[in-house]
């Protein structure tokens, strides 16, 4: 919008004194021309722009005037504070308000009464730690941050292991982790995290909500990722890696590397890693091809084992080639 350019121009040439019409076009992509008729716009609503010709010239402010006009929204501020990650600021629907915020905050003055970064953190939490990215959907994502921002209940319906379970809560805050978001909600007197693609309708409702004083998210997040992954099943196993396949284990979900040693061969380590489940350490074991050795436990050697000559034999079978059920067949097929 118009209006908009020519505020951000304004804010441009207070914070940055003198600029040139190509700048100023490259930064509000725009054409040189746009810019001209901006500045005869400005110039005649009372603004006292100067333009200065010549080699080192552009355009500046009458010296001593300073626009007031640095009052910065919620969400401009909170598109500063929270995160310049363009999908996480696309899916709070603030993408453009941080390239407004930008130039604002540069001019923001003393004194100014819009809410603190802690308002902001204490509501929305970026965690960039580990896991796999997801290109999940939050259509009810808009509904429940105006909900947090106003401090209201909300009635949700969300799906459980098939089922859709009706909820009023309190919001509390926002988690995001790697391209997945979580509300985290107070249901009567206990604190419960919610995955948002799993909701499937939601509602503010008129009636306030009063968050705990002494509730603070990052904590809450921290602790509940500690809870959640000692709640899991554990299967630990030993095995030789080689060097090279080292950082695709790390990026394993749910694979936590409890020791690891050189090999007499420096190409390969020694790898002492911890599963959920067996199942999960005989996939990832496959997916490292010969890159790795499997040393124990038996059953788990004996699971790779089975799975691989599957997959062998069906290959030999689709290709038609002659089959052998056999342990010597198999190993001479190697």
């Keep these: 919008m118009r209006a908009d350019r020519l505020l951000s121009i304004l804010l441009l040439l207070q914070n940055r004194g003198k600029v040139t019409s190509r700048e100023l076009a490259s930064t509000l992509e725009v054409s040189e021309r746009t810019i001209f008729r901006d500045m005869e716009a400005l110039s005649a609503s009372g603004i006292p722009v100067l333009a200065e010709r010549g080699r080192e010239g552009g355009w500046m402010l009458t010296e001593g005037y300073r626009t007031s006009l640095t009052g910065m929204k919620?969400?401009?501020?909170?598109?500063?504070?929270?995160?310049?990650?363009?999908?996480?600021?696309?899916?709070?629907?603030?993408?453009?308000?941080?390239?407004?915020?930008?130039?604002?905050?540069?001019?923001?003055?003393?004194?100014?009464?819009?809410?603190?970064?802690?308002?902001?953190?204490?509501?929305?939490?970026?965690?960039?730690?580990?896991?796999?990215?997801?290109?999940?959907?939050?259509?009810?994502?808009?509904?429940?941050?105006?909900?947090?921002?106003?401090?209201?209940?909300?009635s949700i319906s969300y799906l459980r292991n098939g089922e859709i379970k009706n909820r009023i809560i309190g919001l509390l805050g926002l988690v995001a982790k790697r391209g997945v978001w979580y509300v985290i909600g107070q249901h009567e007197e206990q604190f419960r995290t919610y995955r948002v693609s799993r909701i499937v309708a939601a509602q503010i409702l008129e009636e306030a909500y009063s968050r705990p004083d002494d509730f603070e998210l990052t904590s809450y997040w921290e602790l509940s990722k500690v809870s959640f992954k000692s709640a899991l099943p554990s299967y630990q196993a030993k095995f030789t890696l080689k060097s090279s396949s080292l950082q695709a284990l790390r990026q394993e979900r749910f694979v936590t590397l409890l020791s690891i040693d050189e090999s007499p061969d420096s190409a390969w380590l020694e790898v002492e890693a911890e599963f959920n489940v067996i199942e999960a350490a005989c996939r990832i074991m496959l997916s490292l091809g010969p890159h790795v050795i499997v040393r124990s436990p038996e059953e788990l050697r004996i699971k790779v084992y089975k799975a691989a000559l599957e997959t062998v034999l069906l290959g030999r079978r689709v290709s038609r080639l002659p089959a052998t059920d056999s342990f010597s067949g198999f190993i001479k097929f190697l």
Excluded at 117 to 141: C, K, M, T, V
């Design 74 to 154: 919620p969400n401009e501020i909170g598109a500063l504070l929270l995160s310049a990650d363009s999908a996480i600021l696309k899916d709070l629907g603030i993408h453009e308000d941080f390239t407004i915020a930008s130039r604002k905050l540069e001019a923001a003055a003393s004194g100014n009464k819009s809410p603190s970064a802690n308002y902001f953190n204490q509501r929305i939490h970026i965690d960039s730690e580990g896991w796999l990215s997801s290109e999940e959907s939050f259509p009810f994502l808009s509904t429940l941050q105006a909900a947090l921002w106003e401090d209201r209940k909300v």
